[in-house]
């Protein structure tokens, strides 16, 4: 794309957005939200939405971003939809400082950029995809940080939206409620989100990757942190006395079964993830995510790692091992079975807009597996982003302005009785 070439809505507002930090911080997480720039950025979309000419909008201490759209003429007596995506960028990767460009993509390896004399790209091997992405424009960031496609082009995509029904008053649509909520990466997410207040019947988060990914399913989630307490003496006198944190620790990890970790698994098969370790040889603490999308499933892995506790305390002791397990999020596929029209309108709005859907279970979670086991009903729909939570991040120009497109026709769905 020519350095002069127009923007188009979507994209531009999506430059904008991914050059304000927002990264959530895991080690806040008993904080909402868990890091300061966080306020800055739900400042920044109340004013966005402001100027839009939402009704209601709001910026709570919690940094989460309300706003109403009011009906379009002749739906203001239908159920209002609500529109959903987080405002966080996910810890994994670094996102200070996003520098996003534009690449006009010719085939071979798409190039971020060069980061200390190495080439940071990503290949037609690792994303099939590309292949299909031969002659566009992609958005990507220099190779040094995240681009933060996750997920501010799900509120670039909503914003843009909101555009387009502001300027073309005769586009149909019910009454509107928009949320940009914190901390979804660390799990917090649509959590303080007052439902009641909120006011939307029904909603669908734009959280997902490639154009046309739609999920109404997602893992069982939870957390597990496995405390070791090691018995320390002068390792000149340590025979038959010592008990090394560190050693128990290691026994602990591999134990837990090796080819039930994310690289070793796919589609619906779940996991055991090591996400964090610290501690000395008195004491050390393992941090493991667990996921699985059969509840079943779930419950049994959480009871082996109960049962690698119980075992390796009978070898050194009791409480020398402690599993503490925290659920973060269920499956929402059984919100659906009262409302499958909401699967059947997204699945519709993508045909209508271009865009040939495709159903996944996603391996992951969304802030829709909150909200609908919560009540609220809310599919997932895709922002047209790959490589989330890597510094190959990237999203096509194209699929952004089509997902705005998808959601002109979804909304309009929602204004007849």
Known sequence: MAENAELSDVVERFMRYVQIDSQSNPDN????????????MAAYLGEELRVLGCDDVRVDEHAYVTASVAASEGAEGLPALGLCAHLDSVVDAPASGVKPHIVHY?????????????????????VPDL??????????????????????????????????????????HPALKIAFVPDEEIGHGASLLDLKEFGATWCYTVDGEALGEFCYETFNAAEAKVRVRGMM?????????????????????????AFERPEHTEGREGFYHPISIKGSASEVELCYIVRDHDSAKFEARQQVLRDIAAFLNALYGEGTVEVELREQYRNMVEAFDDCPFLIDRALEANR???????????RGGTDGSQLSLRGLPCPNLATGGYNAHSVREFIPVRSMELTVEMLVRLVAKFAVA
Not at 31 to 40: A, G
Not at 233 to 257: C, R, W, Y
Not at 352 to 362: D, H, K, L, Q, R
Request: hydrophobic share 40%; charged share 25%; glycine share 10%.
């Open 233 to 257: 003496v002068h390792p000149g006198t340590a025979k038959d006395i010592m008990v090394n944190a560190i050693t128990v620790a290691g026994e602990f990890q591999s134990l837990v079964p």
């Open 106 to 126: 010719e085939g071979g390896d798409l190039v971020a950029g060069v980061v200390d004399g190495v080439t940071v790209a990503t290949t037609p091997e690792q």
């Open 29 to 40: 997480e008993d904080q909402t939200p868990s890091t300061p720039e966080q306020h800055k």
């Open 352 to 362: 209508e807009a271009g865009i040939e859907p495709f159903v996944i279970a996603v």
């Open 131 to 172: 292949k299909k992405l031969e002659g566009q424009d992609i958005i990507c960031s220099d190779g040094s940080t995240l681009l933060s496609a996750d997920d501010k082009a799900g509120v670039a995509e909503i914003c843009a939206l909101v555009k387009r029904l502001r300027d073309d008053p005769s586009l149909p």
